[in-house]
Nanobody, 119 residues
Framework: QVQVVESGGGLVQPGGSLRLSCAASGSLFMISAMEWHRQGPGKEREFVASIINGGATHYADSVKGRFAISRDNAKNTAYLQMNSLKPEDTAVYYC?????????????WGQGTQVTVSS
């Protein structure tokens, strides 16, 4: 069993910053990739950013230059630094972890953390 827990969400004014954390724990041998997705009010869940084992990153066009994903392999934790936040960034942010377990490689989702950008 693998657990994924997000934290760091909250209310921030436009132009502000937040740092989200995603911690994976449990019966896993290795994490191949960690991703952030988000789902805004009345919208479908969308990809935000990803980081793979070698450190390569990928971003949605809507967040390029404003968000930065990083990873601490020793802690099985990924971070999402969000700067210059806009009201349209308001969403529940979810972390997805691709982890190798005794049964194979599976994707695990956290419960999400709410980010609200409003004045």
């Amino acid at each position: 069993q693998v657990q994924v827990v997000e934290s760091g969400g909250g209310l921030v004014q436009p132009g502000g910053s937040l740092r989200l954390s995603c911690a994976a724990s449990g019966s896993l041998f290795m994490i191949s990739a960690m991703e952030w997705h988000r789902q805004g009010p009345g919208k479908e869940r969308e990809f935000v950013a990803s980081i793979i084992n070698g450190g390569a990153t990928h971003y949605a066009d809507s967040v390029k230059g404003r968000f930065a994903i990083s990873r601490d392999n020793a802690k099985n934790t990924a971070y999402l630094q969000m700067n210059s936040l806009k009201p349209e960034d308001t969403a529940v942010y979810y972390c997805n972890v691709s982890a190798m377990t005794t049964r194979g490689i599976f994707d695990y989702w956290g419960q999400g953390t709410q980010v609200t950008v409003s004045s």
